[in-house]
């Protein structure tokens, strides 16, 4: 969901890191949507080659989504195809995670191949050559041949750090004339709720690489892309294919041919929340119900990565007991543990257990695990601004789950009728609970009923927390400029006075940027897992 202190985080990310213009434009298409280039240079009231500019710019941040499209034309005009873009919330805000995601790789794959990965995420996306280029030249390692780059790429891309790049314009096929909904359905009734439904949906769906190819690097004649791939998907990655549409009038998109057929790379956004949501459930599980709950459904998270199958949010793959065992005894302090252990922190985790126990199998809901993050978080919020009484009325009314009357609530948590009513009332008006007023025997006798509405609640705090990191995130540029003069002095003059400034300089930052770490881990609960 993009909120509106989401998009002016966003627009304020990408304004530090390329600039106003470019910024201005991804402004214009997260408040309006997908749009055509002719309509950014109409809103943004920018000259078309600098919209043109910037949009290129986005495109290799991997910030916006180009894709062609027909439509129809004016009148006695014949269709043509029209190239849009979209842009990628999600991914701008992914900037804030980036020190996130290099410690993960420096963490699982060393020096060397952070410093591959740290230049990708400052460029958006390469192709190979110019990676081992670069690490040749900015390399602090000893061996820099090709060879050993090109092995520690493989590393990078066998662990899903880095992936290729979506194709630059994928063009979305009209749907036949003879192709009604109804016949769709009818068609693949058990695949309905898979279809992407609006056109961004489509246009993501078909600019994604191949699963054979996504990790695939092969290097043939001085390009990684192979041959029999090319030979059998002609159409990806290229800017309105004319093979099938030749006919067709076209606005001409932002990429050159050049540009168009060559291989590029990016940071595998995907792999790297997967990785820290599986760590915010550990965590949780670990608090709440102990260490055997931590080690079994670590144990399970890896099973399931390395089955390739796809952990989403919802559910683990089913597993055998054996398997879990297996690896549970893997793990620091699971050597211990017996199947019976594993059971019970099994169903401490949600998982039933099985009538016969012959080839037992459990699958652990994740999402459970999720809404109890996210239920801690909005409850710790609640209590620290609202106090103790108001975070018992919040936490009943979030348990029930239904409408409950003022005196019901105040005798439940033991709170004074008229405190309780000041209370609610505050947390309503702050949009924390949600007011029924029912009338009974005409305007006589009023009940004001209270509940959580947990979908407008968890829209609300994010767009706070939004707020509160793009707040965190100009305090550190203030703090920046206020000392930037002392930041220019060299190390060993910084005594007396100075050196006193610098303290105080450093300290604020480190307690500022571990706050804003602290609240993005809070955001990816609400937003991202």
């Known amino acids: 969901m993009v909120t509106q202190h989401g998009i002016k985080l966003a627009t304020y990310l990408v304004s530090t890191q390329w600039g106003a213009q470019n910024s201005k434009v991804l402004e214009c298409l997260l408040r309006r949507g997908t749009l055509t280039l002719a309509q950014?240079?109409?809103?943004?009231?920018?000259?078309?080659?600098?919209?043109?500019?910037?949009?290129?710019?986005?495109?290799?941040q991997n910030c916006i989504q180009a894709f062609a499209i027909q439509r129809e034309g004016g009148f006695g005009e014949a269709p043509k195809v029209i190239t849009e873009y979209m842009p990628l919330f999600d991914n701008v805000i992914h900037i804030m995670r980036f020190p996130k995601f290099i410690q993960i790789v420096s963490e699982?794959?060393?020096?060397?191949?952070?410093?591959?990965?740290?230049?990708?995420?400052?460029?958006?996306r390469l192709p190979l050559g110019e990676i081992i280029d670069r690490h040749k030249q900015t390399s602090t390692q000893g061996n820099c041949s090709t060879d050993a780059v090109l092995e520690t790429f493989n590393k990078l891309v066998n662990a899903r750090f880095v992936e290729r790049c979506p194709a630059p314009e994928p063009f979305l096929e009209p749907p036949a004339e003879d192709e009604t909904p109804a016949k769709k359905r009818g068609a693949k009734t058990a695949k309905v709720s898979e279809l992407p439904k609006t056109i961004e949906q489509r246009?993501?769906?078909?600019?994604?690489?191949?699963?054979?190819?996504?990790?695939?690097?092969?290097?043939?004649?001085?390009?990684?892309?192979?041959?029999?791939?090319?030979?059998?998907?002609?159409?990806?990655?290229?800017?309105?294919?004319?093979?099938?549409?030749?006919?067709?009038?076209?606005?001409?998109?932002?990429?050159g041919n050049h540009e168009k057929k060559e291989i590029l790379w990016r940071a595998n956004f995907e792999e790297f929340m997967r990785r820290l949501r599986h760590k915010a459930c550990i965590a949780n599980v670990r608090s709440r119900l102990g260490d055997d709950s931590r080690i079994v459904l670590s144990a399970v998270l890896e099973l399931s990565r390395r089955s390739e199958t796809k952990v989403k949010t919802e559910s683990t793959a089913s597993l055998s007991l054996d398997d879990i065992y297996d690896e549970v005894i893997k793990n620091e302090g699971g050597l211990g543990m017996n199947l019976e252990r594993i059971r019970a922190a099994l169903v401490q985790l949600g998982c039933e257990m099985p009538m016969i126990q012959i080839d037992e199998t459990y699958s652990i809901d994740l999402k459970n695990i999720i809404d109890a993050c996210q239920n801690e978080e909005v409850e710790s919020i609640v209590l620290k601004r609202y106090g103790r009484e108001a975070h018992r009325i919040f936490r009943l009314l979030s348990k029930a789950g239904h409408l409950l009357e003022s005196h019901k609530i105040a005798d439940a948590t033991f709170v004074d009728k008229k405190d309780a009513i000041k209370i609610l009332y505050k947390l309503w008006k702050d949009d924390y609970l949600q007011m029924e007023k029912v009338t009974?025997?005409?305007?006589?006798?009023?009940?004001?009923?209270?509940?959580?509405?947990?979908?407008t609640l968890h829209e609300h705090v994010l767009d706070e927390m939004y707020h509160a990191a793009l707040n965190l995130r100009l305090r550190i540029q203030h703090e920046q400029e206020q000392g930037k003069e002392i930041l220019l002095v060299p190390r060993e003059k910084l005594v007396g006075e100075l050196g006193k400034k610098f303290k105080r300089l450093r300290k604020v930052r480190i307690i500022l940027e571990s706050c804003l770490m602290n609240l993005d881990d809070a955001l990816m609960l609400f937003h991202d897992f």
């Open 40 to 60: 950014i240079v109409r809103f943004t009231e920018l000259s078309r080659e600098n919209v043109r500019q910037s949009l290129l710019v986005l495109i290799h």
């Open 108 to 124: 699982e794959l060393g020096k060397e191949c952070e410093e591959i990965f740290e230049g990708l995420l400052q460029h958006g």
């Open 203 to 255: 246009a993501l769906a078909a600019a994604a690489p191949l699963d054979s190819v996504r990790f695939l690097v092969e290097i043939d004649n001085g390009s990684d892309i192979p041959e029999k791939a090319n030979e059998e998907h002609p159409n990806d990655g290229k800017v309105g294919e004319k093979r099938k549409h030749g006919s067709l009038k076209s606005d001409g998109g932002l990429m």
């Open 440 to 455: 009974i025997g005409g305007a006589r006798q009023q009940f004001f009923l209270w509940k959580v509405n947990k979908g």
